[in-house]
């Protein structure tokens, strides 16, 4: 069997993921120091996991509607409503899926016709380009700069504008870069895209997780934009339930009624328990997130001075929990950077380059971690730039 | 201060310059929090969080249930300072409940730990009784985790 003749010819043209190699040379090795996660440490909090432990024991186990449980998508409206300052009907504007991916992927889907062009700032998330590829359209990256603080700006968004521009997405808070999107850098994106029919896929995974006292703002809330824009969300981050598969998509109900139908014959609903356990996560733990976040606010302070101490500039991200140092001055690549540091001193790190080209020459480093745990590996990080410096 | 004494309790060995980088102050306001906190009484001591049975495989810990019965004059305060003198007592609490001191004390092994018991806790005046109970397995300290009861199960890298 020639399996290369059996598979399509698109799925074969997508790579697998640069993050996926580096997990197989550290799942090969012993003692490993990983900054390298994308998952909170935190244990999801208590109530939630109640929550489902009586969903269980209640037997509440059968399929939900569709676009989830009603009490869920009027919680996650309740929610949006207080923090992005946006409603939607939660009957045919909001859609209840596995995890944020599964909302990405569906508001492609539902948009993108063969050829069309969807602009992706870089560094980001690795999943944008793949699905984009995989629907026949054509991902445009836009890269994103150190000194326009990773933001995406006016300028770069209109060169790349032609008239096969379906979608942007906007993955602000950014994984890797930590780079944040505040109201009047929004409001220039949303004065390009305002007389434009393009959709925007904004990607608010992180919103909660923002630093320095000045909350997230949605390109939604923006004049005009919330016809033109879905919004993309979940609990994985927010609440630490990464492994419960949960997310959002709220937007203009001809959008969503498509990813509706995209959602039902992919997936039929989201998970039962899940979507119980969520519903505590949205009404009781408010003050869980605030914890959180205030104990990522002190790491991401601590992690960002390492780095500049060591002389690896390090920009300072005002959100998500990642930060994205420069390593330029070794000489090094990304990769060569990322192995020696694995096999010399045996801490794991991301090279910027998996999150786009535009990433090269930066390395990614997650603060989801203890606070002895990152002191002990900036003190190994900076034994090796010792060694390779001398 | 609520976020200082939060950082000291969890780790106290961070040096002032990484307190000031996470809470946002200067390093010298730092210092001066923290003198403050000694001074006042509220940081009264600093210590390691010692895993005993790496440390010494035959030490034993013990939590000491004493049954007193308070004196006029000055209650249970005598009683508990009285025990509070021996170096093998680690801490002194007086509790609410269906006795009144609880003594936690540490002890090369188990005999001499026992003997503490009957010889100096046992005879005081006003102790009334002891019951003795002995430490098995430790699964958390001073809100760090053992390995037997925590591990990090994400996997080493993630996007």
């Known amino acids: 069997m020639n399996y290369d003749n059996i598979l399509s010819d698109r799925v ?7 993050i996926r190699k580096f997990f197989d040379i550290a799942a090969t090795m012993d003692n490993i120091i990983s900054l390298s996660v994308g998952e909170p440490d935190f244990k999801t909090p208590f109530a939630i996991r109640r929550t489902a432990i009586h969903t269980l024991e209640k037997g509440k186990t059968t399929y939900t509607s569709n676009a989830g449980l009603d009490t869920l998508r009027e919680a996650i409206n309740d929610y949006l409503t207080e923090r992005i300052h946006c409603s939607y009907d939660p009957k045919h504007e909001i859609l209840v899926t596995v995890g944020g991916s599964e909302a990405i992927d569906a508001a492609i889907r539902a948009l993108v016709n063969f050829g069309d062009e ?19 359209g054509v991902a445009v990256p836009i890269e994103t700069k150190v000194e326009d603080k990773f933001k995406l700006t006016a300028k770069q968004l209109l060169e790349k504008i032609t008239p096969k521009t379906k979608a942007l997405i906007l993955p ?18 949303a004065a390009v895209l305002r007389d434009k029919d393009i959709i925007v896929i904004s990607d608010e995974i992180y919103s909660e997780l923002t630093y320095g006292g000045v909350p997230h703002v949605s390109i939604a809330e923006i004049d005009g934009m919330k016809e033109r824009t879905i919004v993309i969300n979940g609990f994985s981050k927010a609440f630490a339930m990464t492994g419960w598969r949960l997310g959002f998509a709220a937007g203009p109900e001809p959008i969503l009624t498509q990813m509706l ?10 998970p039962t328990v899940s979507q119980f356990a969520a519903v505590t996560a949205l009404r009781e733990c408010r003050a869980d997130v605030d914890n959180m976040v205030s104990e990522y606010d002190m790491r991401r302070k601590l992690i960002v001075k390492g780095f500049n101490e060591m002389g690896l500039e390090c920009f300072e991200p005002e959100g998500a929990f990642y930060v994205f140092p420069c390593i330029k001055s070794t000489g090094m690549t990304s990769q060569q950077f990322c192995e020696e540091l694995i096999y010399k001193k045996h801490v794991a790190v991301v090279p910027g380059d998996a999150f786009g080209e535009s990433g090269e020459g930066y390395i990614r480093v997650s603060y989801a971690y203890s606070i002895n745990h990152i002191n002990t590996a900036l003190k190994r990080i900076k034994e090796f730039l010792d060694e390779i410096r001398n | 201060m609520k976020k200082l004494v939060k950082l000291l309790r969890e780790n106290a060995r961070l040096s002032n310059d990484e307190l000031a980088v996470m809470l946002g102050i200067t390093e010298k306001e730092v210092a001066e929090k923290i003198a403050q906190l000694e001074k006042d009484g509220t940081i009264i001591g600093y210590s390691a969080i010692i895993n005993e049975e790496e440390f010494d495989k035959n030490c034993v810990t013990a939590f000491i249930e004493l049954k007193v019965s308070p004196q006029v004059q000055c209650g249970y305060d005598d009683i508990a300072a009285m025990i509070a003198q021996h170096p093998e007592v680690d801490s002194v609490y007086l509790m609410s409940g269906a006795f009144d001191l609880s003594v936690t004390v540490r002890g090369t092994n188990l005999r001499e730990v026992a003997l503490f018991v009957s010889d100096r806790l046992a005879p005081i005046d006003g102790v009334l009784s002891t019951t003795t109970h002995f430490i098995l397995r430790r699964y958390k300290e001073k809100g760090v985790h053992f390995e037997n009861s925590y591990a990090d199960e994400r996997s080493l890298v993630s996007p």
């Open chain 1, 12 to 18: 074969q043209g997508i790579k697998f993921s640069g």
């Open chain 1, 118 to 136: 969807v602009l992706v700032p870089e560094p980001s998330f690795v999943c944008y380009a793949p699905m984009v590829q995989l629907t026949g």
């Open chain 1, 172 to 189: 602000f808070p950014n994984n890797p870069t930590g780079a944040v999107m505040r109201r009047e850098d929004l409001e220039e994106i």
């Open chain 1, 261 to 270: 139908k995209i959602h039902q014959y992919a997936i039929m609903c989201s």
